[in-house]
């Protein structure tokens, strides 16, 4: 769960007693004067990581303290901030009220839009008809998500599985199985995926096989060429 500006502020007090409050001389009044533009700009800064404190770390701004919640750290769960510690992050600034002395900044913001961008480029490289084999990461009552790989997945439709009638997923497959699937459609960045289009249709006729009879010069079709070589008594 995201924490809520009230948890922030419970951090900050935290963190304050811990590194003592700052000075609001000339050049932290610039420095939250550019803190407040970057803000509005959504500008990406470095900064580095100076402590560990309760809820996250702290980095230096221009010379006043910096708060990074845990949960702004990074897209993946952090249970430990230590190895931040001397880090270089690249944050955007999330808060910043020079009256409640609170700054804080963020890396996840960041992280997010470089994935996306990531992942669309990876889109386009994806093609209908496309065949992958991946595997099956997650069931739900209307279809399965799989994971073909690269960071990508997509969605196979309940109807999609198989040429049966299959009323869960969850009844033909599981997951962590692996599964060839087909691409059958890509729309507002979601792919589309089918299983059953890779399958042979039981249902479908047998075409027949159509059957020549070569012509023979030796075969007559006239009556002269029947009674030929009969001789009558």
């Given at each position: 769960?995201?924490e ?10 935290e ?16 420095a ?17 990581v100076?402590g ?20 702004k750290?990074?897209l ?6 230590n ?9 955007r ?16 913001e ?36 799989i994971d ?57 006729p ?15 079709t ?12």
């Open positions: 769960m995201e809520t500006m009230k948890d922030y502020e419970n951090m900050l007090e963190s304050y007693s811990l590194m003592g409050d700052g000075v609001h001389d000339t050049d932290a009044l610039l939250w004067k550019k803190a407040a533009e970057l803000k509005e700009s959504k500008e990406n800064i470095t900064v580095t100076t560990i404190v309760k809820g996250g770390v702290v980095a230096d701004f221009d010379g006043i303290r910096a708060f990074i919640p845990v949960s750290l990074s993946e769960r952090i249970d430990d901030c190895p931040f510690l001397g880090k270089e992050i690249e944050v600034v999330f808060e910043a009220n020079i009256d409640e002395d609170k700054l804080i900044l963020s890396a996840k960041i992280q997010k839009e470089r994935q996306d961008e990531n992942r669309k480029k990876k889109l386009s490289d994806v093609k209908e008809g496309q065949v992958f084999h991946g595997t099956v990461a997650t069931l739900k009552d209307y279809g399965a998500f073909i790989g690269d960071g990508m997945s997509g969605l196979v439709h309940v109807s999609q599985i198989s040429h049966e009638r299959i009323k869960f997923p969850g009844d033909v497959l599981k997951e962590g199985q692996e599964v060839d699937v087909k691409v059958i459609g890509i729309k507002d960045g979601k792919i589309s995926l089918s299983i059953k289009a890779l399958l042979e249709n039981p249902e479908e047998v075409p027949e096989e159509e059957i020549t009879i070569p012509k023979t010069e030796n075969i007559g006239s009556l002269g060429d029947l009674l030929k070589g009969i001789k009558l008594g």
